[in-house]
């Protein structure tokens, strides 16, 4: 069974900095996407960022390119994202998503609540 478990949500000032990791088990396939979505109170679901396994590329939403940055430590299977000089508007529960390239099968973590205060 896969399991997607985050950790490293909370609170912080505007400005400040968290790092939220995603803890991926229960398969073995090599090609996968994983990445984080986000949704905030009243607003649907969005992308955040994601990265590919079989082509190690990344890519991230316009609104936090310069200031986020995913990575992945191999071994683990789990990937980290970095969140610099965050706004207010980053208030939201952030999800980590896995989808096999191979059936597109699609899996979800419970989501962590990140809160920026102004």
């Known amino acids: 069974e896969v399991q997607l478990v985050e950790s490293g949500g909370g609170l912080v000032q505007s400005g400040g900095s968290l790092r939220l990791a995603c803890a991926a088990s229960?398969?073995?396939?090599?090609?996968?996407?994983i990445g984080w979505f986000r949704q905030a109170p009243g607003k649907e679901r969005e992308g955040v960022s994601c990265?590919?396994?079989?082509?190690?590329?990344?890519s991230y939403a316009d609104f936090v390119k310069g200031r986020f940055t995913l990575s992945r430590a191999h071994a683990k299977n789990t990937v980290y994202l970095q969140m610099n000089s965050l706004k207010p508007e980053a208030t939201a529960v952030y999800y980590c998503?896995?989808?096999?390239?191979?059936?597109?099968?699609?899996?979800w973590g419970q989501g962590t609540q990140v809160t920026v205060s102004s």
């Open positions: 998503n896995l989808v096999l390239r191979k059936n597109t099968a699609d899996y």
């Open positions: 990265m590919s396994s079989w082509d190690n590329s990344t």
């Open positions: 229960g398969f073995t396939d090599d090609n996968y996407a």
